[in-house]
């Protein structure tokens, strides 16, 4: 007698991440110019300056991996990751009522919460850049049409943050209907972000008040 076939499994896709580039290049130059002062402070600096000077690291390193490093999306089939400089959330896709993007990209759940995707900035400049090389496609420059006279660079015509909000909001509409996007929102505060510049706010505020 043959066994009842098994249903077969869906495939499991890797999550697609989204984070900013310019972002990332700001917090490396600014980790690099932070070391550089507070460890010559650490180095050369005589009575209290060297415990103010790393109390002062404690503080500024983790902000500005927070708010530079940190900042990242997740996204695949079932879920939407969200990593804030201060919080994680992890909202399955039936959860999500709207993605869009303003002046800021922002998710919209179903029970009325808004989450800012720190991860996804919006450049007025570069909208107005795509909207340009739209007006010259629309108006038939023959110079920028592909073949088929098809716009040549049809993603130049959309800004990179919009770009991404369009992919999330598809992945948001194809997940209606499945019985793995299911779930509840939830929400992990970044404590090993908050711990050190609290204890570093702390050390300072008593270093400079003995000082």
Request: net charge positive.
């Amino acid at each position: 007698m043959k066994s009842p076939q098994q249903p077969t499994a869906e495939p499991v896709y890797a999550d697609r991440a989204y984070r900013s580039i310019s972002g990332i290049a700001a917090g490396v130059l600014l980790l690099a110019l932070t070391g550089w002062i507070g460890g010559d402070a650490l180095v050369r600096g005589e009575g209290l300056t060297p415990w103010i000077a790393l109390a002062g690291l404690l503080v500024l390193v983790p902000l500005i991996v927070a708010f530079t490093l940190r900042p990242a999306v997740f996204a695949n089939d079932d879920r939407l990751r969200i990593r804030n400089p201060f919080r994680t959330i992890v909202l399955p896709w039936q959860t999500v009522s709207d993605v869009r993007a303003a002046y800021s990209s922002e998710v919209f759940t179903e029970d009325g919460a808004k989450y800012q995707l720190w991860a996804v900035p919006v450049s007025l400049r570069q909208r107005k850049t795509a909207a340009r090389r739209r007006s010259r496609a629309a108006a038939g420059d023959s110079s920028r049409l592909g073949p088929g006279g098809a716009p040549a660079g049809g993603a130049s015509h959309v800004a990179p943050g919009d770009r991404t909000i369009a992919e999330l909001r598809e992945l948001s509409e194809q997940a209606a209907h499945r019985p793995t996007a299911k779930g509840e929102p939830q929400v992990r505060w970044a404590y090993e972000i908050a711990g050190p510049v609290v204890v570093g706010a702390l050390a300072l505020v008593v270093l400079l008040a003995v000082g």
